[in-house]
């Protein structure tokens, strides 16, 4: 197995009810120098299908390592939805101190993110949070 280093309080979210059942998140990147992959948000009942007792499947490593969440938003299904930011090669990342917005549509009270961080000074390293 790699070694995966979680990258502590790299960003911060906010929700707001834009509508029954719509929620607007904003993922806004902390981190002072990386860039952040495409963003994977889902219901936090799906925890199973990222995490694997002390580690995680082997389709959450793989959006981990490298930061394609396509094999992870197929293994959830539906439930699955992906942020993009717009900067560096390819414009799809997510500059520090940017951030982005999305509208998911959800009748769950948690939400789990998910992240790689691009591994320019740190390899392996990925974000998460639950959002209440």
Request: glycine share 10%; proline share 7%.
């Amino acid at each position: 197995m790699s070694k995966l280093t979680l990258g502590i309080a790299a960003f911060s979210l906010a929700a707001g009810m834009a509508g029954a059942g719509t929620y607007s998140v904003t993922v806004t990147y902390n981190l002072s120098q990386e860039l952040l992959a495409p963003i994977l948000i889902t219901n936090v009942s799906n925890d199973s299908e990222i995490f694997l007792g002390a580690y995680v499947t082997p389709e959450a490593e793989d959006q981990i390592l490298t930061g394609d969440p396509a094999m992870l938003v197929a293994r959830i299904g539906p439930d699955a939805m992906v942020g993009h930011g717009t900067d560096g090669p390819p414009g799809i990342l997510l500059a520090p101190g940017k951030s982005v917005t999305f509208d998911i549509e959800t009748d769950v009270t948690a939400v789990r993110i998910l992240s790689m961080v691009a591994p320019t000074l740190l390899p392996d390293t990925y974000v998460t949070n639950v959002l209440t």
